[in-house]
């Protein structure tokens, strides 16, 4: 018992966890001479003494309080004992004693409890076993699995979002095709019923330039007229509007909630937490795996979330040994390396404006190449500069993740903004020949960037990568072989640029998106195909899920580019009453086609829907989103302290096995002290 009194530990709370009344649950329910000493114990207990004297001055019962505290301690325990048994933290055989106590609680309490229990379970269960069958069912899950052993989670993240582009462009040709072509092919096109054939001025080059019977097409604009649906509320007018703001609407809550979800987990996965190295090497392993290649992948993962931790950690240290001079000189590098980037950032903006005013001026060029001189320069600058830009940032003095995401941005505002010249110059140009449909040739645009952007990654793919592979293979020694590797930030920024392509031409090309899911999946099988045969894996390696919020951020803003030009451009045109063709011909615009709609619904609805426009339900809508936010706000705050309550429960349960396991020590020092002293009598 004397060496109670050499006990003495000190543990200091968080303010947020000084009012906690999780902390006094502790080592199960033993009521034993060494509960006492436990340093969660010892450490709650001066917080349990400052408010006895309250509680007494106030007549609430002491002792009573003690026990209804503990009952309301043992609420989580009872929600862990409907968790099924493989989902718990245990050994072997402290899942067979939790499974011994279940039974024994199943005895206790009636029959509906325990049935409503089991039911539980049992819904969980199924639950659990659904979601891992769709996971399953997800296409190109075993080559995700593939890419992820050998090249790690960036290079999966990139096929995951490639994936998921497919998925989002699917959407929009059930949405085409439900707005749009269905009511055209079952309705009819009204007067406008010339079959589609294949005349004698049209040939295949028209398929590169949409031009000809391409143009004549349900690939575009023109193609769609009033019809024979005529309804006020019915019409193809109408219709394709819906279709446009519907593919417009999911499109941005799809990327909003894919961006938010991953900003959460990455805040989650931040600073704030570390990775536990011995969790990784002593519990990373499954011990399901039985297919040895399945063994080698896993090993493959360990290893790069191992090479990215220690990698993030030598930053770190050698970040935190600069000295003054050595920042400043560093900040004064940075300066001049930005406004390095600035001046390529103008030369390459200043290229594309010639390129397209030449394309105005002069026409002694070949009839494709003149088509493509705009699309060919854009993507020479795409090509260019992210690699000068690359190689600027490797002498920043950053982290691997902080160099791909500085890369990441500079190359996507160089991506955005070349192809937002262009369009500009392409709202503003002044066509030489009056257009029988206008929005056919803003479409044909479009198109041609999205052949042309297809076209690049096909031929750098089997021209240059599998080529200087082979000569790599053959001749070790030649001055063009040399490690390959997959750079994720440059794919990603032609995926953005291609779905920002096709989200801008969509209301002038509405098959857009079929032809844009078409060239996603080949793309998907090229780049499996250049990553898994011509790259190498990365000696350093980032993080996927911060990358991975970036790129839905970067797709964010590709679509918001979209619709302020689509915006632009309907405006211009809404003034002007250039619609010379397509649904909208004989006056009407996008901007009226649905008054005449409203004016046809009864007098209470059109009540309603004006109140709905007018600044009067501004106020009472600013008044629900400000109660909305302020209800997230006091939830995420609430969650904030909860976190720091359990990682001081998580502190002190450490506290406490390191105390026990000096007690099992000093006492095992103490009966062999006195066997010996027995010995020796």
Known sequence: MEEKKNVNFMRLLSDESTGSTLSSDSCEYYQTEIFDLLPSIQASRPEQNRCGPLEAAEGGPGPAEGISHGHLSREPRDKLSVQPLRNLA?????????????????????????????????????????????????????????????????????????????????????????????????????????????????????????????DRSPAFFGF?????????????????????????????????????????????????????????????????????????????????????????????????????????????????????????????????????????????????????????????????????????????DYSFTVQVNTTLVRSIILKLGSLGMYLFFIINKPWQTPPSCRENQFGREMYKLCIFSFLTTFCNTFLFNYPRKLLQDNYPRSLLSGKQYFLIPFHVLDLVYGQTVSWVGVYYCPLLPLIGTIFLIATLYIKKFSVLRCCVAEQRVFRGSNSSVLFHFMLLLGLLMAVATLSFDLYLKADTKMFHCGPFIGGENVFNVTGVCVKSLPSPAQTALRYLTSEAFAFPLLLAEIIILTSYVSRGRANQKAIERLKDMLVMTSSDKRFLVKQHATLQRSRKNASRVRSAC
């Open 224 to 396: 769609y007229t009033r019809g024979s649906l005529s309804s006020p509320c019915l019409n193809t007018p109408l219709l394709y509007l819906a279709g446009i703001f519907t593919i417009i609407l999911l499109s941005f809550i799809m990327v909003v909630r894919r961006t938010t979800v991953g900003y959460k987990h990455t805040w989650m996965l931040g600073k704030r937490y570390s990775m536990n190295v011995c969790l990784k090497v002593f519990c990373g392993w499954d011990f399901t795996i039985h297919d040895p290649a399945a063994a080698i992948l896993k090993q493959s993962f360990i290893r790069n979330d191992l090479k990215l931790f220690l990698e993030e950690q030598s930053f770190a240290l050698r970040k935190a040994e600069r000295t003054l001079g050595q920042k400043v000189r560093l900040y004064l590098l940075r300066f001049i390396l930005n406004l390095l980037v600035l001046c390529l950032l103008g030369g390459a903006f200043s290229l594309i404006y010639i390129s397209t005013t030449a394309t105005m001026e002069y026409h002694w060029f070949i009839d494709l190449v003149i088509h493509y001189l705009p699309p060919f320069a854009i993507t020479f600058v795409n090509l260019v500069l992210p690699h000068m830009f690359r190689k600027i940032s490797s002498f920043e």
């Open 90 to 214: 245990m050994c072997i055989q402290a899942k067979r004693g939790a499974r011994e106590r279940r039974r024994m609680q199943i005895s206790n309490i009636g029959f509906w409890e325990s049935w409503r229990r089991s039911q539980s379970i049992n819904r969980k269960r199924a639950w659990a076993q659904m979601g891992q069958i769709l996971s399953s069912l997800l296409p190109w899950q075993h080559m995700l699995h593939k890419i992820e052993g050998r090249f790690g989670v960036g290079v999966k993240a990139y096929f995951v979002f490639l994936r998921y582009l497919i998925f989002l462009n699917l959407l929009h040709c059930i949405l085409i095709w439900g707005f749009i072509m269905g009511p055209t092919t079952f309705f009819g096109r009204g007067n406008h019923t010339e079959p589609l054939r294949f005349g004698e001025n049209d040939s295949v080059l028209n398929f590169f330039l949409g031009t000809g019977f391409l």
